[in-house]
């Protein structure tokens, strides 16, 4: 049972744009939901996180938003470059357990 | 500081035979996970150690499947027999913390192909 979900396998978005990634989870005892980026022959590095109990946390060109409610989340890169073209991974763990659930990935170019 | 090594890098095997990969963690981190990806599927959670205890091995696809971290230092997962349903790309992570929302640093992964 796949409990983190990105239902967009691509994205395709031009340099300068907004890249929106989504991501959609089933279960309400998550705590802590990260976004990992990978490129092509490496392993996922770690990009930005965010708590249950936050809204919205922002580093740089990097936004996640959480909504609850919904149970979904968003990555927004603004601007967003040809280096951030990678796949990207919604990740979602609990408070006192770190072991993580991902989804599929979304496959992110940005085309200069 | 040395990141997440693994080893090795490719694998091809035949169905039925044995292949043992291997984790190196950042020095000092307790945490030691393993993973696995499917191609084009997500990152699938097969277990979980601290030190050289199981901390959670609620992901391990069946007992083909044994993994080890003896010393609490590297570890090791043996895939004994393999099958066809076996491949795919096994990623190591290592992080220093158990709480929740920690960073867990990732290996290049050992991809591994049974024919």
């Known amino acids: 049972d796949q409990q983190v979900k990105q239902n967009s396998p691509s994205l395709s978005v031009q340099e300068g744009r907004i890249s929106i990634l989504n991501c959609d989870y089933t279960n309400s005892m998550f705590d802590y939901f990260l976004w990992y980026k990978k490129y092509p022959a490496e392993g996922p590095t770690f990009l930005i996180s965010?708590?249950?109990?936050?809204d919205k946390n922002e580093d740089g060109r990097f936004t996640v938003f959480l909504n609850k409610s919904a149970k979904h989340l968003s990555l927004h890169i603004v601007p967003s470059q040809p280096g951030d073209s990678a796949v990207y991974f919604c990740?979602?763990?609990?408070?006192?357990?770190?072991?993580?659930?991902f989804g599929a990935g979304t496959r992110l170019t940005v085309k200069p | 500081e040395a990141g997440v090594t693994q080893f090795p890098s490719h694998s091809v095997i035949e169905k039925g035979q044995t292949v043992t990969l291997r984790c190196d963690p950042i020095s000092g981190h307790d945490n030691l996970y393993w993973y696995r990806r499917v191609m084009g599927k997500e990152i699938k959670f097969l277990l979980h150690?601290?030190?050289?205890?199981?901390?959670?091995e609620s992901g391990m696809p069946n007992n083909r499947f044994l993994a080890e971290r003896t010393g609490g230092t590297y570890s090791t997962l043996k895939v004994q027999p393999a099958e066809l349903e076996d491949s795919g790309v096994y990623f190591c992570?290592?992080?220093?913390?158990?709480?929740?929302?920690?960073?867990?640093?990732f290996g290049p992964g050992t991809r591994l192909t049974v024919l």
């Open positions: 990740a979602a763990s609990g408070i006192n357990n770190n072991d993580m659930r």
């Open positions: 992570a290592s992080s220093q913390g158990l709480a929740g929302g920690q960073e867990q640093f």
């Open positions: 150690f601290v030190k050289e205890s199981k901390q959670d």
């Open positions: 965010i708590s249950s109990i936050k």
